[in-house]
């Protein structure tokens, strides 16, 4: 669905003109209009060099940016990351399959049950598992409850960089509800691990169902008085249109996902385009923005969240009762009553806790739209229990790497919004 | 960095130039009281475990209620060191920097636990527990701990504050690192990071 | 089998050296030499429309004769269909290849990341740096296998190197075109850049 602006904010600044009345003076962007630094006296040429971070409250994590000032003109912005590099494909080669699995929590932690998700589904493609009916939709609600999250995680997190506080403490608060959730079903708030080889690690509790129809119609409401408080707000806005613009060519040729590539018009979802867990059956709308500045990347991930909220509906409507694991003794723990009491699953569960899930040999790379764009993992295995490589391709990585162009000639305040619009989670990025 | 004198071992003695009295322990109690009751944390945020802290901040867990809304981003005006999340060795010099331009008194609560001990993560990038790098008061565990537990944390480090008494100038003595460039010495370093638990059987590879 | 291999195969004959499928995807495995050419062809075709790089990284196996892989995930956004290119580069010659980052801006930290943790060279590459190790980092490279997960210097060691590192020599004159304001930098700064700022760890004062 194409994203139409209802309200546009023309920038500029207010000078004085011949007869002594005030003249708005547009701000062009990178060099299209006049800008209101050309009209301002030579002051002197000198750039300063400036160190944003690693430990800084705006760079949303521990990013650093080196940015070259012309005054409070960005000439040139360098990203250093690596300060949260922990070493997780490295230590992924010394784990179980299974054991991976509460490692990809820490990675983006903010959605850490999509990430659970697209692991389980990309060793089950190695291992061409086909999980049960009951498990996908249960995952489905998995991928949005992150989406919903993340997003609102984001819109917090926006807000104290562009000013607006209170938003922080209402998302804050709804995603309360959802920890609730989480905890409910997996036992932890934030790192749920939620997901095994071929199945789930538990079922939903009961109340499950109504407690999210109940969430689901709170956050309708805050997203309702977030978008009055925010969406046409002449500062929101203001600090927003026209800033970090990305045409969409620009955007595919440096690989971006997510609400960053569709902001800038192209129509690339993952969850239409490559469809996983009968995405293709569900009813929904994916935004396009038009011009690829902040403001629209906003309103792609705002629609995002209300959108999720609709494919909650549909999911949990078709909700079927069943087993949540495949019957496949390969990947999945057998119960434990037959563990107990028949011998062969006995051994199924000795082979299983003992060696692993042994994978046969092949790669596979698989994807998922998680929140902040392409989330693929690639697996490499050898037919052991461990994998030879497995690599993560990081949507807030090659995102990031598109800040340089993003903030030529922005102003410093500028690059913050920027930073803020591209959602960064440096677990993903350095991982 | 000016005169440095290591701190005297003073093993539980109080070294005072006026003894202890009725005044001295009712001053103790006025500053640590004020100290314990507005710490400002100094949020070095780097993981998972910054997110619950954050929502440790927001409105259900609130931590204002203990002195600490001021979330101080510099560490000139900042009381205590929350290191939350894991600590790379790309990020210690840092962390190492932002503890020096601290003033005293100053602590640190060293939450979660790949800043205790390195968690999870026992590979080539990751410091094994901040206080390799820098002295630690409170070490919250949990992964990540719970609001709940980060404001047991806390409350005991209030706890430890309204322990302390102005008569003991080794409390504060500013603890910088060595000619080595470390804070321990080497062996106390390869002790503390030795290996534990899960860590010990998981190096191999096939 | 996407019919993209054969399409290939008959462009540019022997250069492809090799088609495999796996889990449903087709992997083609081409000359390193022209890589670059194959990248472009397979983006610029009309039929072929390759123009999204979904991902650059690289496979060490555990068999020590293996090669060493390079990966190009690529996508076309118009046909929604994925290719895999593989450049194999054997261990006994030095590991280069030709950067795309002419093509694709996106293989720029990719192609980073992937010398910082394989010591993968890309000939032609803007700035090859590491990227999330600090770059100053003398252990190797991380990812090989013959890489000990707890790297090779004691934990001591590490934590000395650490906590010596600079936090601000990162910086490089053609990187930051900071030459105006050379003259403001601090004294220690301009030191270091006149030497190089992959400049050395200072050794322990009390030790050798």
């Not at chain 2, 504050?161 to 470390?182: H, K, N, S, V």
Request: aromatic share 8%; proline share 6%; glycine share 8%.
């Amino acid at each position: 669905m194409a994203l139409k602006r209802t309200l546009d904010v023309a920038l500029g600044t207010t000078t004085l003109d011949e007869q002594g009345r005030p003249r708005t003076v547009p701000l062009g962007i990178q060099g299209s209009g006049a800008t209101a630094l050309e009209d301002a006296p030579e002051l002197g040429g000198e750039h300063m060099l400036l160190n944003i971070g690693p430990q800084h409250p705006a760079t949303h994590g521990v990013l650093r940016l080196v940015v070259e000032l012309d005054g409070e003109a960005v000439v040139r912005v360098v990203p250093h990351v690596g300060y949260l590099h922990s070493g997780f494909e490295k230590l992924g080669e010394y784990r179980h399959y299974n054991q991976i699995i509460p490692l990809t929590d820490r990675m983006d932690y903010l959605a850490p049950m999509a990430n659970n998700v697209c692991l389980a589904m990309a060793v089950e493609k190695l291992m061409g598992l086909e999980i049960t009916e009951r498990c996908k939709v249960l995952r489905v609600i998995a991928c949005e409850i992150s989406r919903i999250i993340s997003h609102l995680v984001w819109l917090g997190t926006t807000g104290i960089d562009i000013g607006a506080f209170t938003p922080f403490l209402w998302m804050f608060q709804e995603r309360e509800k959802f920890y609730n959730l989480q905890e409910a079903w997996t036992g932890a708030r934030l790192t749920t691990s939620m997901t095994r080889i071929g199945g789930l690690m538990a079922d939903i509790p009961d109340g499950f169902e109504d407690d999210l129809r109940t969430i689901l119609r709170s956050l309708l409401k805050v997203m309702a008085e977030v978008d009055r408080a925010l969406t046409r707000n002449g500062i929101w806005a203001g600090r927003m249109q026209g800033i970090g613009a990305l045409t969409g060519e620009e955007a595919i040729n440096m690989s971006l996902s997510g609400a960053m590539l569709r902001a800038s018009g192209v129509d690339y979802d993952v969850r239409k385009d490559r469809p996983y867990l009968d995405y293709e059956t569900y009813d929904f709308e994916v935004p396009i923005g038009e011009h690829g500045d902040v403001y629209d990347r906003y309103l792609v991930r705002f629609e995002e969240t209300l959108q999720a909220i609709r494919i909650f509906e549909q999911a949990l409507d078709r909700l079927p009762d069943g087993p949540i694991n495949v019957d496949d003794h390969r990947a999945i723990l057998p119960p434990k009553h037959a563990a107990m009491t028949s011998m062969e699953s006995m051994i199924h569960h000795f082979k299983q806790v003992m060696e692993g899930v042994q994978v046969p040999a092949g790669e596979a790379y698989f994807s998922i739209e998680s929140p902040k764009g392409e989330l693929g993992y690639y697996f490499v295995s050898d037919g052991t229990a461990k994998p030879v490589r497995w690599r993560v391709r990081p949507p807030t990585f090659i995102n990031l790497s598109a800040l340089p162009k993003m903030s030529e000639g922005h102003l410093l305040s500028d690059l913050i919004a920027i930073n803020a619009s591209v959602d960064i989670v440096m677990g993903e990025v350095d991982r | 960095m000016g005169v440095i004198t290591k701190p005297e071992p003073s093993a539980g003695r109080v070294v005072s130039q006026v003894s202890p009295n009725w005044l001295t322990t009712r001053l103790d109690f006025l500053v640590n009281w004020a100290r314990s009751n507005s710490m400002w944390p100094m949020p070095f945020g780097t993981a998972c475990c910054a997110i619950e802290f954050m929502a440790t901040a927001a409105s259900r867990y609130d931590i204002s209620r203990f002195g600490m809304e001021r979330m101080s981003f510099s560490p000139r005006q900042a009381d205590v060191l929350l290191c939350a999340g894991r600590l790379p060795f790309k990020l210690a010099p840092v962390i190492r920097r932002i503890y020096d331009q601290m003033p005293q008194p100053k602590w640190v609560i060293s939450m979660g636990a790949c800043a205790s001990s390195g968690g999870i993560f026992d590979n080539y990038s990751m410091v094994q527990g901040i206080d390799t790098v820098v002295p630690v008061d409170v070490y919250v565990p949990g992964c990540p701990p719970r609001p709940e537990g980060l404001l047991y944390g806390i409350l005991l480090l209030q706890k430890k504050i309204r322990g302390e008494t102005l008569a003991d100038p080794a409390i504060r003595i500013e603890q910088t690192l060595d000619e080595r460039g470390l804070r321990l010495a080497p062996d106390r370093i390869d002790e503390l990071s030795e290996p534990f638990g899960n860590s010990i059987h998981q190096t191999r590879s096939a | 089998m996407n019919p993209s291999a054969e399409t290939l195969q008959r462009q540019f004959g022997s250069a492809i050296r090799r088609v495999t499928e796996s889990c449903d995807r087709t992997i083609v495995y081409v000359d390193g030499d022209r890589i670059r050419e194959i990248l472009a062809w397979l983006k610029d075709d009309p039929g072929e429309a390759y123009n999204y790089l979904v991902d650059i990284t690289a496979v060490e196996y555990r068999e020590a004769g293996l090669p060493i892989e390079v990966v190009y995930e690529l996508f076309s956004l118009g046909r929604k269909v994925p290719l895999r290119v593989k450049v194999t580069l054997p261990k006994d010659q030095p590991l280069e290849v030709d950067s795309v980052v002419p093509l694709w801006a996106g293989a720029d930290w990719l192609e980073r990341e992937v010398y910082d943790m394989f010591g993968i060279t890309f000939r032609g590459h803007p700035d090859l740096r590491r990227i999330l190790m600090w770059e100053t980092y003398a252990e190797g490279f991380p990812l090989r296998k013959d890489f000990p997960l707890r790297g090779r210097f004691s934990r001591s060691e590490q934590v000395r190197q650490a906590l010596n590192a600079h936090p601000e020599a990162h910086y490089s004159l053609g990187e930051l075109g900071i030459a105006e304001s050379y003259h403001e930098l601090p004294e220690d700064m301009r030191e270091r850049l006149r030497r190089g700022e992959r400049g050395q760890i200072a050794a322990p004062k009390g030790e050798r």
